[in-house]
Structures are given as C-alpha cells and as structure tokens.
Nanobody
Framework: QVQLVESGGGLVQAGGSLRLSCAASGRTFSPYAMGWFRQAPGKEREFVAAIIWSGGSPYYGDSVKGRFTISRDNAKNAIGLQMNSLKPEDTAVYYC?????????????WGQGTQVTVSS
C-alpha cells in the first residue's frame, strides 16, 4: 500500500548542509503526522523532527533544534528536512515516518532510510 521513499542523503563536511526529502507512493492517504528519525550504528533510533499535517508548529529533538527545519507539502503527502550546521554526531541513517492516527503510539509507515555521513 503506502510506501515512503527518502532521498537526498550523502557525504558532507562538518558545518555543511544537506536536504532530505520523503515522498509517499501508492494509495492516497491523509496522515495525522509525518516525521524524521535517525539511527546511528549501535544506537537506538532517535527522534529528529515531526509535523502535524493539519498545521501548527513543528517539533524537534533537542539535538537538532535550531539547525534542522522540517517542511510539508500537503498536496504530495511529502516532507523535507533541511539540515544546516551539520556535525559528525549527526551521522546516521535517516528515516521518514508517517502516523495515520493521533492516538497511535507508534508511527505505522516507515521508509527504508537514507545515509547521512558528516566528516570532521
């Protein structure tokens, strides 16, 4: 059914910028929220950013606040993540996720991830 596909990952030096994109494919659906998570080798998955589809201010994890910006495209059910002032500790696989219901405890749709590597 619904698939999320991330793109835009790559290699960048510390202090640089990168923009990730996530596009939904398959049947049309109306998510309650979409967001970004990341996971580095040997570490648990970490919340990065999320946005409620109906509107309002986005949410950010403490480690990326002020550096990353999430964006929304209502017509395409797509999101972006502008990452500025990148640090080596930002190196991880970044995952796009979508939640259909506000009461759901977990995001039910996940992308395959895109690698972001920040060199020092």
């Amino acid at each position: 059914q619904v698939q999320l596909v991330e793109s835009g990952g790559g290699l960048v030096q510390a202090g640089g910028s990168l923009r990730l994109s996530c596009a939904a494919s398959g049947r049309t659906f109306s998510p309650y929220a979409m967001g970004w998570f990341r996971q580095a080798p040997g570490k648990e998955r970490e919340f990065v950013a999320a946005i409620i589809w109906s509107g309002g201010s986005p949410y950010y994890g403490d480690s990326v606040k002020g550096r990353f910006t999430i964006s929304r495209d209502n017509a395409k059910n797509a999101i972006g993540l502008q990452m500025n002032s990148l640090k080596p500790e930002d190196t991880a696989v970044y995952y796009c996720a979508a939640k259909k219901f506000a009461f759901a405890k977990e995001y039910e749709y996940w992308g395959q991830g895109t690698q972001v590597t920040v060199s020092s």
